[in-house]
T-cell receptor
């Protein structure tokens, strides 16, 4: 069963705008990861945030983690058409096996 | 080439046939995973392996068999394919450090259709 659930399921924005997607989970975690999947491709790792961290940055990506609310957010700033993809969160808890959500489909219009 | 590869990329088979999907990684990662991806379900873990000759079930293991005789290979076999096993299958590898899995590296996927 899915641990993380992404919200919204779909997001459509214009190039240059910021995109924010959220991930909620139910049980305590050791870390949370975000992945991107372009159409017809495998997943690509974006960023990992550990349970004792609150925020991480990587280029135009900003990830926050609020363990009290059991949620994380991924912010993509100044979106580009090339950011069009599905984005997945994966949580790792006591079993240490990553569990993926159903993903957020992002479309960035040029 | 370094990386993780899957073969075949596309496969059409018939109900009841045995099918083997191959996965090969060149990093010597200890951990390897098989997922299936279906619309509305995201990625679901079928089996994983912590090392050669060590495998364990994931969320949806029924109807699948895995083996890992060598660190770099992790084949997935559908013993008697069913239509419900029509899906896109992804293999991934990862290493372990600091008490957790590092990032997973995914293969390009195998699109399997069972008629």
């Amino acid at each position: 069963s899915q641990q993380g659930e992404e919200d919204p399921q779909a997001l459509s924005i214009q190039e240059g705008e910021n995109a924010t997607m959220n991930c909620s989970y139910k049980t305590s975690i050791n870390n949370l990861q975000w992945y991107r999947q372009n159409s017809g491709r495998g997943l690509v790792h974006l960023i990992l945030i550990r349970s004792n961290e609150r925020e991480k940055h990587s280029g135009r990506l900003r990830v926050t983690l609020d363990t009290s609310k059991k949620s994380s957010s991924l912010l993509i700033t100044a979106s580009r058409a090339a950011d069009t993809a599905s984005y997945f969160c994966a949580t790792t808890g006591g079993s240490y096996i990553p569990t993926f959500g159903r993903g957020t489909s992002l479309i960035v219009h040029p | 080439d370094a990386g993780i590869t899957q073969s075949p990329r596309y496969k059409i088979t018939e109900t009841g046939r045995q099918v083997t999907l191959m996965c090969h990684q060149t990093w010597s990662h200890s951990y390897m995973f098989w997922y299936r991806q279906d619309l509305g379900h995201g990625l679901r873990l079928i089996y994983y392996s912590a090392a050669a000759d060590i495998t364990d079930k994931g969320e949806v293991p029924d109807g699948y068999v895995v083996s890992r005789s060598k660190t770099e290979n992790f084949p997935l076999t559908l013993e008697s394919a069913t239509r419900s096993q029509t899906s896109v299958y992804f293999c991934a590898s990862s290493e372990w450090s600091s008490g957790t899995y590092n990032e997973q590296f995914f293969g390009p996927g195998t699109r399997l259709t069972v008629l």
